[in-house]
């Protein structure tokens, strides 16, 4: 089970870490990715799914978690329910 709250607490540390710009999805619209995180949820931009690394992304192994494409589809604790 993801802890979601200390996964808020440690935002500032992770978002930074986040694999979104390097993906192939990824649209450059001033968005900084995490969209795992409940406080940011889906894309405004992204709305293709063109391939998903957010499975080599250190927030992935850091937080546990279990879903992908979370640009598209919403943050791992919607996903999760
Ligand atoms: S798991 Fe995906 S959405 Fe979350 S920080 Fe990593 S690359 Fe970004
Ligand atoms: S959530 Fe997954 S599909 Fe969406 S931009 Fe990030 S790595 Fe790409």
């Given at each position: 089970?993801?802890?979601?709250?200390?996964?808020?607490?440690?935002?500032?540390?992770?978002?930074?870490?986040?694999?979104?710009?390097?993906?192939?999805?990824?649209?450059e619209?001033?968005?900084?990715?995490?969209?795992?995180?409940?406080?940011?949820?889906?894309?405004?931009?992204?709305k293709?799914?063109?391939?998903?690394?957010?499975?080599?992304?250190?927030?992935?192994?850091?937080?546990?978690?279990?879903?992908?494409?979370?640009?598209?589809?919403?943050?791992?604790?919607?996903?999760?329910?």
């Amino acid at each position: 089970m993801v802890d979601f709250e200390a996964m808020e607490k440690q935002k500032k540390e992770l978002i930074p870490l986040c694999a979104c710009p390097q993906c192939p999805s990824w649209i450059e619209c001033k968005e900084k990715g995490g969209f795992c995180f409940e406080s940011i949820g889906k894309s405004k931009c992204i709305k293709e799914e063109n391939g998903c690394i957010c499975g080599g992304c250190p927030v992935t192994q850091k937080a546990g978690l279990h879903n992908r494409y979370y640009c598209t589809r919403g943050s791992e604790k919607q996903l999760s329910k």
